[in-house]
């Protein structure tokens, strides 16, 4: 309960900042300045997030069906939107790779030292827009940290799947399990 309650305490402050930063800019200086990619990667995460809510409540209320395929069809549905979100998230992210990798990617010194662009201060909300720079790249450090767990989770959830396929039903294993299996 509390690894969910920490992911919900991350999530939300970004997702408000996100909405912050996009509805207290302007989408043209977004694009005078070459960083459409910034603002396109923050407007997915906020449509992203408001229809993957939108189809876990519906997944949710699904659960009223007398025979369950309702829900089953939904989870499927959802896990379909997760999976097309996280593809979304990896071409947009990918866009901001391409244009400015020197302030995006985490393993450049640049990252750490300087901003990405510089504001004039005549500019509208101008500590906005260094806010969502600072959102790009907490958006693309978890892409990348999410990249290289990814091959154990998979590597974990196949071993789960392959002995539940074979036993038909899935237990841990004791240590009494253990030996008898080697």
Not at 36 to 41: A, D, P, R, T, V
Not at 53 to 58: E, F, P, R, S, V
Not at 135 to 161: D, E, H, K, W
Request: include cysteine.
């Amino acid at each position: 309960m509390t690894e969910q309650q920490s992911n919900n305490n991350l999530n939300f402050p970004i997702l408000v900042c996100s909405m912050i930063v996009i509805f207290g800019t302007k989408q043209q200086e977004w694009y005078d300045m070459d960083y459409q990619s910034y603002y396109n990667l923050l407007l997915f995460s906020l449509v992203s997030t408001a229809s993957l809510l939108a189809m876990g409540c519906l997944s949710a209320s699904s659960l009223v069906c007398k025979d369950g395929t309702c829900f089953k069809i939904f989870i499927l549905c959802y896990y379909l939107a997760v999976l097309c979100v996280l593809v979304g998230f990896y071409i947009c992210i990918g866009m901001v790779w391409h244009h400015d990798k020197k302030h995006s990617i985490l393993f450049y010194w640049d990252f750490w030292t300087e901003w990405s662009f510089t504001m004039k201060h005549s500019a509208h909300n101008h500590p906005l827009y260094y806010m969502g720079d600072v959102l790009v790249r907490i958006y693309s450090t978890c892409l990348i940290v999410l990249t290289c767990c990814m091959p154990c989770l998979l590597a974990c959830g196949g071993a789960v799947l392959g002995s539940m396929k074979e036993d038909d039903e899935f237990q841990l294993p004791t240590s009494g399990g253990l030996s008898s299996r080697l």
